[in-house]
């Protein structure tokens, strides 16, 4: 169970209110089926509309990646928290470093950057733009768009696209408005 | 500006000619019969009978101001053409050039309108700096009111250019709103539903209630002249305080005010018709059973409550069942292409008018229909259909809502008018401070509620851009006769300040004021490639996070109508489809547009160094590009002056760049075909050379539309290119 302290630390940290991390804690415990206080990849999966969702597999490597936590694979509460914490809608009275427009970002990242290593190539985007659309447009088509992609947000040309200018590609949308949940309470 | 006039008073003098000859034949038959079947046929009378008396008079006048020569023919030609029972055929010699108004009286009547209408919209915009200052509507409705004085000062019965309430929604308005319905931006609309509910639903309730109040309150202590019932006044302030989607659109389409505040206003408009009409139709009914029958039961009232709901939501399924109908049919046909289009109107307009017969909310009818059809059809029709059916719909709408905004200035001289100071006052103040109290509350709480927040500045802007218009006005003149005639002179006249007031001040000044205040513009540059592409995978993500959650949020029920919609209705519903669990149609349209934009703007510059165009040896990267801007400029060229449809010109380069990467890829030549011509020729002669060759139009194969289709287009110059194009391997373009 959640003592209270911890619970104190944890909207401290992220921003939640107390009704929202309490209601968190019992999801996590739903999905924990097996009561071992971490989830693995499989718990995730089992949740039926995100196994047949396209880019189900790479949100829960996001999660995960977001973590650090790659090698073992699981994730305790806190951490699970942590990253849905940058979902939270931003509010400008009490803005947190964690649901800030550039930790968004740096999630939405993180979605394309498979090995981690700070840039997306040319491969990486072809992996998720494949997901998404592969099944609708013919190899070339989807070479094209990956291609066209990169040009148009690679600034210096060096055939990747960095963090930085990922973000200055996407700073014409609100992401604010696209990345934002709002949670029970 | 003379010319039309003297067009106006030879159409109107006609009209009174007919009348005159008319006269004739009721003196022959029967009077009343004739009077009455008079008042049937003509589109422009009341319907109230009395006025018919000073008809012929007014007629007589000014017939012996005018043609007094053409009267005589037309009459024998009317005696001819009424033939049998009307007495003696006359014709005192052959006439060589006789005038027969009688015939073509309605439809030229109609035509003139809709011209003269027309017309002064581009006159007004020959000058850019007057063009721009005020919105077309505005200056329709200014330019109907010169019209009615002027035609007041001859004399005219003003029940000739009064609107009928049943023309107007019969056959002016179904096009605006579907209009409206189909080019209706679903993914704003459904991100904002939530706010267009409360505004459209609660929003009008609270307005009606709230300026009923009011006047009921005043005329209780006689502040009016007149009295009237507690259902009279609810039914009054019903149609008042629904804000109307033709004002809107016509106002708020000329500034480009942004995507978020447009869809909130607008969307208010149109869904608020769904509550305004049926508390207008409840109340109507409870005054009519009052009349008939004396009192209302609680029954009355309980189903009058339930009549609500079944309006609306009935309106909304017949709209959804007339979609499917109109989509499952465009299915099928391939081979009658031509007519597809045919399909696209009739049927939504059979929805409006069973919507109608059914007392059902025929306005939702047809806007959801457009809604709903749009992305079924447009996959289904060829190229060229639906181009043509987006451009007939826009055409339909204006003509529509430029006659509308015309007859809005004329009703002020056809109507007939009960001026009461403090009604109209307190009306307007009323209306205003209502809308404002109701804006302010209901963004309050949804700004609880919401990510996207409503600034300040947004509230304002949905105060200002509470318009009211022509809706109103056709509710208005329908009021039930058992009201009073006074009364019913009162809330016409009303009406008709409230509207003007809106439309011209509000509407005039709402460009200035929203440039002041640094309103956000519409973004009106394309997305690109990367922004569409993360939209969808933020989309997804956040899909996937509320999955996580277990929360069913926005995201969640937009993935899973996506997916419903992709797995059963897109199959069902558009033609070889693949079944497949996404959508991403946006992301590859969004592409094709991009691409084709560089292109024509690299063979633009291209052009305008002009190197000399020598035959090369193929399939270096660098001949290639030169072709493929060759073929950009000649098209581009053949079709400056023509409206192509620019998806027609993404198409075809994408996928000529497509082609040409794919053939430096594989080398071996492409199999040569035959072009493929359009939809329509030019002319016969073009048409039946296709015809002759045997070849049957084909679909295109991909969702971008072929080569093919676009470059066999009937011209000899398109034709070259192509012909050259299936020729491996040499790329030989010479200048044609």
């Known amino acids: 169970m959640l003592q209270d302290e911890e619970i104190q630390e944890i909207a401290a940290e992220t921003g939640f209110s107390k009704n929202q991390i309490v209601r968190l804690y019992s999801r996590f415990l739903s999905l924990d089926r097996q009561g071992r206080g971490y989830l693995d990849r499989e718990d995730f999966l089992r949740i039926p509309e995100l196994a047949i969702n396209p880019l189900g597999d790479r949100i829960v490597d996001a999660f995960f990646t977001e973590t650090g936590s790659d090698t073992d694979f699981r994730i305790n509460f806190r951490q699970f928290i942590r990253v849905l914490a940058h979902f939270r809608p931003l509010n400008k009275h009490k803005p947190n470093v964690i649901n800030s427009r550039e930790e968004k970002l740096r999630f939405a990242f993180s979605m394309y950057d498979l090995n981690k290593n700070g840039y997306i190539t040319r491969e990486e985007f072809k992996f998720i733009l494949n997901m998404m659309v592969g099944s609708n447009i013919t190899p070339d088509q989807l070479d094209s768009i990956a291609d066209r992609t990169i040009t148009e947000a690679d600034a210096d040309n060096d055939g990747k696209i960095s963090f930085e200018e990922f973000c200055k590609a996407m700073e014409r949308t609100d992401i604010d408005q696209k990345m934002s949940i709002r949670f029970l309470n | 500006m003379s010319l039309l006039i003297l067009l106006y008073l030879l159409s109107f003098s006609f009209i009174a000619n007919s009348e ?75 006439q060589l050039i006789a005038l027969n108004w009688e015939h073509v009286k309605y439809p030229y009547m109609v035509g003139i309108w809709l011209l003269a209408a027309s017309l002064v919209r581009v006159i007004f915009h020959l000058s850019k700096r007057f063009g721009n200052l005020l919105p077309d509507s505005a200056i329709l409705i200014i330019v109907g009111l010169g ?359 509000q509407g005039i000044t709402i460009r200035p004021i929203l440039s002041i205040l640094k309103v956000e513009r519409k973004d009106d540059s394309l997305l690109t490639v990367i922004e569409s592409i993360n939209h969808k995978m933020l989309d997804y993500t956040l899909a996937g996070i509320e999955d996580i959650l277990g929360q069913t949020g926005k995201h969640s029920i937009r993935d899973d109508f996506e997916r419903f919609n992709a ?79 620019t998806q027609a010109l993404y198409n075809m380069f994408s996928q000529l760049l497509d082609r040409k990467l794919r053939e430096l890829r594989e080398n071996p030549p492409s199999p040569s075909r035959d072009p493929i011509p359009a939809d329509i020729h030019d002319d016969y002669i073009g048409q039946m050379r296709r015809e002759n060759r045997g070849e049957l139009p084909t679909i295109p194969e991909s969702p971008g539309g072929t080569l093919r289709e676009l470059f066999g287009n009937g011209s000899a110059q398109r034709n070259v290119i192509s012909r050259r194009h299936s020729q491996p391997p040499s790329y030989q373009v010479h200048p044609v």
């Open chain 2, 20 to 94: 005159h000859s008319n006269e004739h034949d009721i003196t022959l038959t029967n009077e009343n019969a004739a009077v009455i079947t008079h008042v049937e046929h003509s589109p422009f009378d009341s319907s109230d009978h009395k006025e018919h008396e000073g008809h012929s008079e007014h007629g007589v006048e000014v017939l012996t101001h005018l043609a007094n020569s053409t009267s005589v023919v037309s009459e024998h030609n009317v005696h001819e053409e009424h033939g049998a029972g009307h007495g003696e055929e006359r014709m005192e010699s052959f």
């Open chain 2, 567 to 645: 797995k059963f209705l897109r199959p069902l519903l558009t033609k070889r489809y693949k079944k497949s669990v996404s959508d991403s149609s946006k992301i590859i349209s969004a592409y094709q547009k991009i691409t084709l934009q560089e292109a024509v703007s690299m063979a633009l510059q291209f052009e305008k160094r002009k190197p000399s165009l020598s035959s090369t040896t193929p399939t270096t990267p660098r001949t290639i590009q030169r072709f493929v801007e060759e073929a950009a400029i000649q098209t581009i060229n053949q079709n400056e002056n023509e409206n192509l449809s």
């Open chain 2, 147 to 505: 019209l009615g004085f002027l035609l007041k000062a001859i004399g005219l019965d003003p029940s000739v250019y009064r609107l009928n309430s049943d023309v107007f929604f019969l056959f002016l308005l179904p096009p605006i709103i579907y209009d409206a319905g189909y080019f209706m931006p679903n993914r704003y609309l459904f991100e904002n539903v939530d706010s267009v509910l409360l505004f459209a639903v609660i929003g009008t309730i609270w307005n009606t209630i709230a300026i009923s109040a009011t006047l009921f309150i005043c005329s209780v202590y006689e502040v009016f002249t007149v009295q009237f019932s507690v259902f009279e006044i609810l039914l009054f302030s019903a149609l008042i305080s629904a804000v109307d989607p033709v004002a809107v659109i016509a106002v708020f389409e000329e500034i480009h005010v942004n995507e978020f505040l447009f869809i909130n206003v607008f969307g208010e408009a149109l869904f608020n018709d769904g509550v305004a009409a049926v508390l207008y139709f409840m109340f109507k009914k409870f005054i009519i059973i009052m009349a008939t029958v004396g009192g209302l039961v609680w029954s009355d009232y309980v189903i009058g409550l339930l009549s609500f709901l079944v309006m609306s939501l009935g309106g909304v399924l017949v709209g959804i069942i007339f979609a499917f109908i109109v989509s499952f049919i465009s299915k099928y046909t391939d081979h009658v292409r031509i007519l597809a289009p045919v399909f696209i109107f009739i049927i939504p307009y059979l929805a409006y008018l069973t919507a109608e017969m059914l007392g059902l909310s025929a306005i939702l009818a047809i806007a959801v229909c457009g809604m709903m059809m749009k992305q079924y059809v447009t996959a289904n029709l060829s190229h060229d259909a639906a181009s043509a059916v987006k451009y007939f719909t826009h055409m339909l709408a204006q003509s529509s809502e430029t006659v509308i905004f015309m007859f809005l200035g004329l009703s002020v001289i056809s109507s007939e008018h009960n001026w009461d100071t403090y009604f109209v006052v307190i009306t307007l103040v009323g209306i205003t401070i209502f809308r404002i109290i109701g804006v302010l509350v209901q963004c309050f709480v949804l700004n609880q509620y919401r990510t996207k927040k409503f600034s300040a500045l947004d509230q304002f802007v949905l105060c200002y851009g509470g318009l009211r218009g022509a809706i109103a006005f056709g509710l208005v003149v329908s009021l039930p006769v058992s009201i009073d005639q006074n009364i019913r002179n009162l809330f016409v006249t009303t009406c008709i300040v409230v509207i003007y007031v809106t439309v011209l001040f």
